[in-house]
C-alpha cells in the first residue's frame, strides 16, 4: 500500500475531468436500427406505449425526445436521461419546466419522460403500496426497450425527477435491476418518504445497493418547501386534505448522508489517507472527506459536497433558501406549479443537473477499484 500526500480540490476535479472526458462510450444494441416512426433529431417529443410487466401496470406511456444533434442514423451512442413528473404532473408539464428538450439547455441527451398511472408514482402514500403497483420494472423495461431501438451510450443513463418523480428516481438508486443501468440519480423537491409514513420500507433500510458500486446521488431542495419539507416535518400543512398534518419525509441531510454512507463517504471529517491503486485511479482508501460546504448564489444557495475514495460530488446537496416546492429556473413555470415554487431564480437547475451527470459513467469505473 502506498501513501501520498492528500489530494488538492484541483487536482481530484482535474482527475474527474479527465476520466469523464476519456471513458468511452458503451453503444446499445438499438446503434444503426430505424428510428422509430414519428421521431427525428430536434422534432416534436412523441408519445409512445410499451407493455410492463406484471404488477407493474400494464400498458404504460412516455414520452421521448430526441435532441437536434442526435444523428439522423441512429449510428452514434448518446446519453439518455429519464425524467419523472410530479404527483398529478403530466409529461408535457414537466418537459417544459425542466427545459430539457430545449436544445439551448440540453444539446445533446435523448430525453424520456414516463407517465405514471393517474400521472402518480409508487412512493406516495397516496399511491397504491409496492405489492400492488412496482413502477420500477416498467422503468427497467423501458430502459431496456430504449437501449435495443436507439443509439445510447448505456454507460451514460441518468434518472431525475420532481416531487413524487424525484422519490422515484431514489427508488430506482436502491432497486438493483435498475441502478445497474442508471450512472446516477438526482431529485429536485424529492419527496423520500418514511417508512412510518409509507407504511412500508424502501427508501430507508429497504434500499437495496449493490456492494461496491460507486452511487452518485444529487438533491436540489427550498427552505421554504412546504410540501416536502427539508427537515421532513410536513406536520405543517394538510395537502392530501386529510384533516391531518402530511406524513414525514426522510429530512434531506439524512438522505443524503445515507447515500455518503453507502458510497464509503461516511468517516472522520478532514484526515485523508490516500492510496493508489495498480491502475493508478486515485482514491482515498479510509476516513474519507464528509460534506465539505460552500455558499453560492449570493448567499441563497448552500452546496454540500461529499467527496468519497477520491471522487469529488459523488453525493451533491443543494439547499437554496427561499425556494418553494419547485424546479428552480431563470423562467414562470406553468400554472399551478408556480405558486408553489416562490418565484424563479437567478440560475437553472437543469443546467447544475446537466453539469454533475456528466461527471459520472458506468462502465470500467463502475466499481471504485
Ligand atoms: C402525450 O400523451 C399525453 C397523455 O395522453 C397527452 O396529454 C400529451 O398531449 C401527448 N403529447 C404528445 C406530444 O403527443
Ligand atoms: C386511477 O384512477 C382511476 C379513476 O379514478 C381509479 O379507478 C384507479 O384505481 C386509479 N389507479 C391507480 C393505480 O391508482
Ligand atoms: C454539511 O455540513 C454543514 C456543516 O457541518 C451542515 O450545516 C450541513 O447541514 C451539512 N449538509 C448536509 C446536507 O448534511
Ligand atoms: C486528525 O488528526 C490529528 C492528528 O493526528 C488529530 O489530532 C485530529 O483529532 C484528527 N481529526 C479528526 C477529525 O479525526
Ligand atoms: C447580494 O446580497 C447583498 C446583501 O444582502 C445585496 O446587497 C446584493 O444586492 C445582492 N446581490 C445580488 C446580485 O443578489
Ligand atoms: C435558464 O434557462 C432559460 C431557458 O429555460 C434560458 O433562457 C436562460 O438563459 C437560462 N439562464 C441561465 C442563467 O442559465
Known amino acids: ?70 444523428d439522423l442514423r441512429n449510428r452514434t451512442p448518446k446519453p ?20 430539457f428538450s430545449d436544445d439551448t439547455v440540453n444539446g445533446d441527451m435523448v430525453v424520456v419522460y414516463p407517465e405514471g398511472i393517474n ?36 454507460s451514460r443513463v441518468y434518472a431525475t425527477g420532481f416531487s413524487n418523480g424525484g422519490g422515484l428516481a431514489g427508488l430506482l438508486a436502491c432497486y438493483p435491476p435498475t441502478s445497474r443501468l442508471i450512472a446516477a440519480f438526482a431529485g429536485v423537491s424529492a419527496a423520500y418518504y418514511t417508512t412510518e409514513s409509507l407504511g412500508e420500507d424502501i427508501f430507508e433500510n429497504g434500499c437495496r445497493v449493490e456492494e461496491g458500486r460507486r452511487m452518485p446521488m444529487l438533491s436540489i431542495h427550498g427552505s421554504k418547501d412546504d410540501v416536502v419539507a427539508y427537515d421532513g416535518d410536513n406536520s405543517g400543512v394538510d395537502w392530501d386534505g386529510d384533516g391531518r398534518g402530511d406524513p414525514d419525509t426522510v429530512p434531506i441531510p439524512r438522505w443524503l448522508s445515507e447515500w455518503g454512507g453507502r458510497n464509503g463517504c461516511q468517516g472522520v471529517k478532514g484526515n485523508l489517507t490516500l492510496e493508489a491503486d495498480i491502475s493508478m485511479n486515485w482514491h482515498i482508501a479510509t476516513g474519507d472527506v464528509v460534506n465539505a460546504t460552500m455558499v453560492l448564489e449570493n448567499g441563497s444557495v448552500r452546496k454540500s459536497t461529499w467527496t468519497c475514495r477520491g ?49 459520472w459513467s458506468l462502465g470500467g469505473d463502475r466499481r471504485w477499484g
Open 311 to 359: 471522487w469529488s460530488g459523488v453525493v451533491t446537496g443543494y439547499y437554496v433558501a427561499g425556494l418553494g416546492h419547485g424546479w428552480p429556473s431563470t423562467v414562470a413555470l406553468d400554472e399551478g406549479w408556480e405558486g408553489m415554487r416562490g418565484g424563479p431564480s437567478s440560475w437553472n437547475a437543469s443546467s447544475v443537473l446537466l453539469e454533475w451527470f456528466k461527471k
Open 1 to 70: 500500500m502506498h501513501f501520498f500526500p492528500p489530494l488538492t480540490p484541483a487536482l481530484t476535479l482535474a482527475l474527474n475531468t479527465l476520466h469523464s472526458i476519456t471513458a468511452p462510450p458503451v453503444p446499445s444494441t438499438g446503434c444503426g436500427n430505424p428510428l422509430p416512426e414519428g421521431l427525428f433529431p430536434g422534432g416534436p417529443s412523441v408519445n409512445f406505449t410499451i407493455f410492463a410487466p406484471e404488477g407493474s401496470g400494464g400498458q404504460r406511456r412516455y414520452l421521448l425526445h430526441l435532441p437536434e444533434r442526435f
Open 80 to 99: 439518455l436521461l429519464v425524467v419523472f413528473h410530479a404527483f398529478g404532473q403530466t409529461t408535457t408539464s414537466i418537459e417544459d419546466m425542466s427545459g
Open 119 to 154: 400521472n402518480t408514482w409508487q412512493g406516495d402514500p397516496s399511491s397504491p403500496p409496492t405489492p400492488t403497483l412496482d413502477d420500477r420494472p416498467y422503468i427497467h423495461t423501458l430502459l431496456l426497450h430504449l437501449h435495443s431501438t436507439l443509439c445510447l451510450d448505456t
